[in-house]
């Protein structure tokens, strides 16, 4: 039999025991002397009102639909990190309490701008049962339903946040990729992506086109940690092809190949121009040579152990290539929410330090950045204006 959900007052206790300063709160809210055993007055409560519910919630800091038994406990990321269930190792702790903040501040945002409308929500995902199959299917329908054609995705982290998965780049550990954060709420389901800074730029663009793809299938788990070593799971094994063929398009690739062979370019050229153009690894651009049929191992042997510098010399692409990783490894936040964040400071919905918060900077550095973009204060209020 499946384990039975926790009643109102255990989910209370458990709660309870990570914010002891609720306490006085709560006896205020139940009515009974601070002095008075709380713990023992929760457990004997048989029927609880559904304003009691609310008011203990706000107490707690946790969402009511928590207490009231309508959200499992294990559904809220701010909940399973206050209760210490989320132990998947590689998943640092800062990262997760960043995400939990960005969810908080997307749904401040959310109730003030209204939800992100996705342009692929009407896309359906590929149920095919072989995965990697589904996954190219998928990465086509995609790309179809976005008029891509077999062009370049230039803008990923653009694509990924049209579809309301706020997305910010950090330090994590060596083996660890990426992180597919999953939060529910009344309001619905939310994902945050992390995408570690550690590898280059190309390894970064793949990684999240790989966490899109968990976004779009909503896999299941509130947290996939997206490793080095990939494990033989369908769920990964999909969301592999699915980045390949989004970022680098069957199609677009033997176009590409075609035109460089009849110019007589090396394979070590094919493969600079392809990593360049398409935003994708050496390795990725060698296995899709491979997987597609365009080349041998014969052909690739010396590609695969000449340094990239030296194929972006043949090619004659170093300064492009120089130019394209620069800063690869320096972290940066969510564009879409701080875009909506000063939408919102400009409506006077929030305070600047919500939205220094989400810039990560203080206050007066976040006044000095609004104001060169020509953003003044919320309606000439005073520069701290606004809702939290």
């Not at 320096?330 to 000063?342: H, I, K």
């Amino acid at each position: 039999m499946p384990p039975t959900e926790p009643s109102p007052h255990e989910r209370i206790e458990q709660l309870l025991s990570t914010v002891p300063s609720a306490m006085p709160e709560i006896a205020r809210i139940l009515g009974i002397p601070e002095s008075a055993t709380l713990i023992e007055t929760i457990r004997q409560r048989a029927n609880w009102t559904p304003g009691e519910l609310v008011e203990i919630a706000e107490a707690l800091r946790v969402p009511s639909a928590v207490l009231a038994g309508r959200l499992p406990m294990d559904r809220h990321l701010g909940v399973s990190l206050r209760l210490g269930v989320l132990t998947e190792p590689g998943a640092p702790a800062e990262a997760l309490q960043r995400a939990e903040r960005l969810f908080d501040d997307k749904a401040v945002l959310d109730s003030w701008l209204g939800p992100v409308r996705s342009p692929l929500a009407s896309v359906p995902m590929s149920s095919d049962t072989y995965h990697m199959r589904a996954g190219q299917t998928s990465a086509e329908r995609v790309r179809d339903a976005l008029r891509l054609g077999d062009e370049p995705v230039n803008d990923l982290v653009g694509l990924v946040e049209s579809q309301g998965v706020p997305t910010f780049f950090t330090h994590l550990p060596e083996d660890v990729f990426g992180l597919n954060i999953r939060d529910e709420r009344d309001s619905g389901v939310s994902r945050v992506i992390v995408v570690s800074t550690v590898g280059p730029w190309t390894m970064q663009r793949y990684t999240l086109a790989h966490e899109l793809c968990h976004a779009l299938y909503d896999d299941a788990g509130q947290l996939i940690v997206d490793r080095v070593d990939i494990p033989e799971v369908l769920a990964e094994l999909r969301a592999e092809s699915f980045a390949r063929h989004l970022l680098l398009p069957k199609s677009g690739l033997a176009r590409e190949v075609r035109a460089a062979r009849r110019s007589g370019d090396g394979w070590d050229v094919v493969v600079a121009r392809t990593m360049i153009r398409w935003g994708v690894s050496r390795k990725v651009a060698v296995r899709a040579l491979l997987d597609d049929g365009l080349a041998g191992n014969e052909d690739l042997e010396g590609v695969e152990r000449t340094r990239v510098d030296d194929l972006m010399a043949a090619a004659q692409l170093t300064h492009t290539w120089s130019l394209l990783s620069d800063g690869e490894s320096e972290p940066s936040g969510s564009p879409m929410l701080v875009e909506r964040a000063v939408a919102a400071y400009g409506n006077g919905w929030v305070s600047l330090q919500f939205v220094a918060d989400l810039l990560g900077v203080t206050e007066e550095q976040a006044e000095a950045q609004l104001a060169a973009a020509g953003w003044g204060p919320p309606n000439g209020s005073d520069r701290t204006g606004g809702s939290d």
